[in-house]
């Protein structure tokens, strides 16, 4: 093996979008923006509010002005913005719900001033995946519904309302991670369908996504037999070039999903699952979800020049990906000077949405009256949280509940023997939190005992709605802080 040319770690450097751990950039991160590093993505563990991540990019930027600032915030469930206390906007799910593509515009774009003002460029989102299999572990409300050509017309809205605000959309995960009940950060989900079927369905908000302009697209960890019957969709030349690029026409920067899911890296290693991607035709790499250590960056970028100088993978292909890099950080820069007057008008357009997303279904018949006037008793039913979501970011109804109906008392179960809450709620409204209730045997066992000593129990889903249950039963499509507002809104006939 010859030595490496000098310039290939610069090459190599510029196709990572690494994390860190820290709310402010560790020595490391801004040592390596000088020497090539062109982007790095945030996490809720670098996030305090938006004056802190304000300070923190520009201390990125004080090293490269033109550095990509990356985030995965789908304004939904999974928000790493308002981590700390969930989002005060609905998620795609609640978005399709209402079926407005001028609301969930608006809402992209309100989410888009306040992350150019906190001076983040490119956005992991949104989530274009239709969700076709109720069952999907990791999706649900995180797509905008299980119609196609709902999804690609808020798909489209989606993105300009970010783009409008000057931040590059990011849609994934190509090419459709919808109808699988495996999470691919644990195991290799595999899509089954036929190619007609991924036409109709899977593809159809990646067309609309390029159509729209985006910037980028992040691929799935995704064996789609149909495409590819031996390679996933990251590492895949024929669905990332052969589908992506030639077939679909886009143009911009491919970016994978975080190359230490297992789904990849289980089988082809951590640093060998990177190298394979861009030899397919990723262009960035993104990493730091659970690695976030220079080690980790300097492993993926020793490997990268490493695959050049043995031929593995062609020098053209890393310094195209880089080209495309550097061509997305052009347009971020231009999009940050054509906006810097903007700033985020602090609006109520989330809760107003989330409010247009609960829908009310009830019984004939049905023994409970609404709105109800006297402090609740909430029993809050927590399945097991996915990666994508994470652990930290709070939920549920209770607290806005307690808001308007003072003495509230809630309690949260979260295992499978659920003793019953008729007996301790006694006379008061007994209301029943749920987040995918069609999902979970025992979150399904313990609400038809609830609803068989206490059949006035108010049931409220925090998640997809497949299942209703109960007397009264309120949808409200995610599980935002704005969601539980409008939901305890609608119980109480009150507003905050």
Same mark, same amino acid.
């Given at each position: 093996?010859?030595?490496?040319?000098?310039?290939?770690?610069?090459?190599?450097?510029?196709?990572?979008?690494?994390?860190?751990?820290?709310?402010?950039?560790?020595?490391?991160?801004?040592?390596?923006?000088?020497?090539?590093?062109?982007?790095?993505?945030?996490?809720?563990?670098?996030?305090?509010?938006?004056?802190?991540?304000?300070?923190?990019?520009?201390?990125?930027?004080?090293?490269?002005?033109?550095?990509?600032?990356?985030?995965?915030?789908?304004?939904?469930?999974? #928000?790493?913005?308002?981590?700390?206390?969930?989002?005060?906007?609905?998620?795609?799910?609640?978005?399709?719900?209402?079926?407005?593509?001028?609301? #969930?515009?608006?809402?992209?774009?309100?989410?888009?001033?306040?992350?150019?003002?906190?001076?983040?460029?490119?956005?992991?989102?949104?989530?274009?995946?239709?969700?076709?299999?109720?069952?999907?572990?990791?999706?649900?409300?995180?797509?905008?519904?299980?119609?196609?050509?709902?999804?690609?017309?808020?798909?489209?809205?989606?993105?300009?309302?970010?783009?409008?605000?000057?931040?590059?959309?990011?849609?994934?995960?190509?090419?459709?991670?919808?109808?699988?009940?495996?999470?691919?950060?644990?195991?290799?989900?595999?899509?089954?369908?036929?190619?007609?079927?991924?036409?109709?369905?899977?593809?159809?908000?990646?067309?609309?996504?390029?159509?729209?302009?985006?910037? %980028?697209?992040?691929?799935?960890?995704?064996?789609?037999?149909?495409?590819?019957?031996?390679?996933?969709?990251?590492?895949?030349?024929?669905?990332?070039?052969?589908?992506?690029?030639?077939?679909?026409?886009?143009?911009?920067?491919?970016?994978?999903?975080?190359?230490?899911?297992? %789904?990849?890296?289980?089988?082809?290693?951590?640093?060998?699952?990177?190298?394979?991607?861009?030899?397919?035709?990723?262009?960035?790499?993104?990493?730091?979800?659970?690695?976030?250590?220079?080690?980790?960056?300097?492993?993926?970028?020793?490997?990268?020049?490493?695959?050049?100088?043995?031929?593995?993978?062609?020098?053209?292909?890393?310094?195209?990906?880089?080209?495309?890099?550097?061509?997305?950080?052009?347009?971020?820069?231009?999009?940050?000077?054509?906006?810097?007057?903007?700033?985020?008008?602090?609006?109520?357009?989330?809760?107003?949405?989330?409010?247009?997303?609960?829908?009310? #279904?009830?019984?004939?018949?049905?023994?409970?009256?609404?709105?109800?006037?006297?402090?609740?008793?909430?029993?809050?039913?927590?399945?097991?949280?996915?990666?994508?979501?994470?652990?930290?970011?709070?939920?549920?109804?209770?607290?806005?509940?307690?808001?308007?109906?003072?003495?509230?008392?809630?309690?949260?179960?979260?295992?499978?023997?659920?003793?019953?809450?008729?007996?301790?709620?006694?006379?008061?409204?007994?209301?029943?939190?749920?987040?995918?209730?069609?999902?979970?045997?025992?979150?399904? %066992?313990?609400?038809?005992?609830?609803?068989?000593?206490?059949?006035? %129990?108010?049931?409220?889903?925090?998640?997809?709605?497949?299942?209703?249950?109960?007397?009264?039963?309120?949808?409200?499509?995610?599980?935002?802080?704005?969601?539980?507002?409008?939901?305890?809104?609608?119980?109480?006939?009150?507003?905050?």
């Amino acid at each position: 093996m010859t030595a490496p040319a000098e310039h290939l770690p610069t090459l190599a450097a510029a196709v990572l979008q690494p994390g860190f751990v820290g709310t402010t950039p560790p020595p490391w991160v801004c040592r390596w923006l000088g020497e090539g590093l062109g982007s790095v993505v945030l996490f809720a563990r670098n996030v305090v509010d938006t004056a802190q991540v304000a300070a923190l990019t520009a201390t990125l930027r004080a090293e490269r002005p033109d550095v990509i600032v990356a985030i995965d915030e789908e304004a939904g469930d999974v #928000t790493r913005i308002e981590s700390a206390r969930g989002s005060s906007r609905p998620g795609n799910f609640a978005l399709g719900a209402v079926d407005d593509p001028e609301l #969930t515009e608006a809402v992209a774009l309100d989410l888009g001033v306040e992350l150019a003002a906190a001076g983040v460029t490119l956005d992991y989102a949104p989530d274009v995946d239709v969700n076709s299999n109720p069952a999907n572990p990791v999706i649900g409300v995180r797509s905008f519904g299980v119609d196609p050509a709902l999804v690609a017309r808020h798909t489209a809205a989606w993105i300009r309302g970010l783009q409008g605000a000057g931040v590059a959309a990011c849609a994934k995960h190509f090419p459709g991670h919808g109808d699988t009940r495996v999470d691919s950060h644990h195991d290799l989900p595999r899509i089954t369908a036929d190619r007609a079927r991924l036409d109709a369905c899977e593809l159809a908000p990646f067309r609309a996504a390029v159509a729209a302009g985006a910037q %980028a697209v992040m691929t799935g960890h995704l064996l789609v037999p149909a495409l590819d019957a031996d390679l996933p969709a990251t590492l895949s030349q024929r669905i990332l070039g052969g589908l992506l690029r030639d077939e679909l026409g886009f143009s911009g920067v491919v970016v994978t999903d975080a190359v230490e899911m297992r %789904a990849v890296a289980d089988r082809y290693g951590f640093a060998g699952a990177a190298v394979r991607a861009l030899a397919a035709g990723a262009d960035a790499i993104c990493v730091g979800g659970e690695r976030a250590d220079e080690e980790s960056a300097r492993e993926l970028r020793d490997a990268i020049v490493a695959a050049v100088v043995s031929g593995e993978l062609p020098e053209e292909r890393l310094a195209e990906a880089a080209k495309r890099v550097g061509q997305l950080a052009a347009w971020t820069v231009a999009a940050r000077a054509a906006r810097a007057s903007r700033t985020h008008r602090g609006t109520d357009v989330g809760l107003v949405a989330a409010r247009r997303a609960v829908r009310v #279904t009830t019984g004939p018949d049905a023994p409970v009256a609404l709105p109800l006037t006297r402090a609740a008793y909430v029993v809050e039913f927590e399945p097991p949280r996915n990666i994508a979501i994470g652990a930290e970011t709070p939920w549920g109804l209770g607290e806005p509940l307690d808001g308007l109906l003072p003495g509230t008392t809630t309690v949260r179960h979260a295992e499978p023997d659920v003793p019953d809450p008729g007996a301790a709620a006694g006379d008061r409204p007994l209301v029943l939190v749920v987040r995918d209730l069609h999902r979970h045997d025992w979150m399904r %066992a313990a609400v038809r005992r609830a609803l068989v000593t206490r059949p006035d %129990a108010v049931v409220v889903e925090m998640g997809v709605p497949e299942l209703v249950v109960g007397a009264v039963h309120l949808a409200t499509h995610g599980a935002t802080r704005a969601s539980g507002q409008a939901a305890a809104e609608v119980l109480t006939g009150r507003t905050r």
